[in-house]
């Protein structure tokens, strides 16, 4: 009789077996995280790769904080009032913000390299336009495509370093490293303009294009 009434064929999907665990009491199968590839299918420039994004996310935090010591010689150049000298920091915090998630959008629209060059170059010759601005409205506009470049430059760079170390045992040391190196930029920044505000008269504000250029000369790969 308890023959008769069995199923034919038992259900031996994992979702079944799973079920069948949970109404018997005991537990189900055990599920861990996915094994990790070993190290050597890695790819080698991971840790240039890392260097590379590194840099540029210190350039986008710099920039933030680099100017406020500078800005009284600056304003004694350009001739502008308290009032208007607050447009020089708001400028870029203002279109980094906006244009943040359009970046990470853009990332995925265009692609991770192809962005980030472009942030790059872009952000590196607003760099030098401030550096190089003659006026109060050409100093403000270059801070403002910092900041705009700057946020198609963050994204990108994070998800660089996201898909290199992607399911590698350094993936954490990874993100270490490129958060600490964030978060000092504007303590960098802070200290870099004002050793260098002491050691120059003119309104050099922005000039960080070398850091960029340097670092255009280390393309990370798709």
């Given amino acids: 009789m308890n023959n008769a009434t069995a199923p034919a064929h038992a259900d031996t999907s994992p979702a079944a077996v799973a079920h069948r665990a949970r109404q018997a009491g005991t537990p189900g199968p055990a599920r861990g995280p996915a094994p990790e590839p070993d190290v050597a299918d890695a790819d080698p420039r991971r840790w240039l790769i890392l260097a590379v994004v590194a840099l540029a996310q210190l350039m986008v935090v710099l920039d933030a904080t680099i100017v406020n010591i500078a800005l009284p010689s600056a304003q004694q150049a ?13 400028a870029y915090a203002l279109a ?50 910092q900041g705009a470049f700057g946020a198609l430059l963050a994204p ?67």
């Fill in 96 to 145: 980094f913000g906006s244009l943040l998630l359009l970046g990470g959008r853009l990332t995925d629209l265009i692609g991770r390299k192809a962005t980030f060059i472009a942030g790059l170059a872009g952000f590196a010759a607003a760099s030098a336009a401030g550096g190089a601005a003659s006026s109060f409205g050409m100093l403000v506009a270059a801070r403002a495509c």
């Fill in 156 to 222: 990108a760079a994070l998800s660089l370093l996201t898909t290199t170390f992607e399911g590698t045992k350094d993936r954490g040391k990874a993100f270490g490293v490129f958060g600490a190196i964030a978060g000092a930029g504007g303590a960098v920044g802070l200290l870099h303009d004002g050793s260098g505000a002491r050691q120059r008269g003119e309104h050099e504000v922005d000039v960080q294009a070398p850091a960029p250029v340097q670092v255009l000369g280390q393309q990370p790969a798709e």
């Fill in 78 to 90: 350009l001739h502008f009032s308290n009032i208007e000298r607050q447009w020089v920091v708001t």
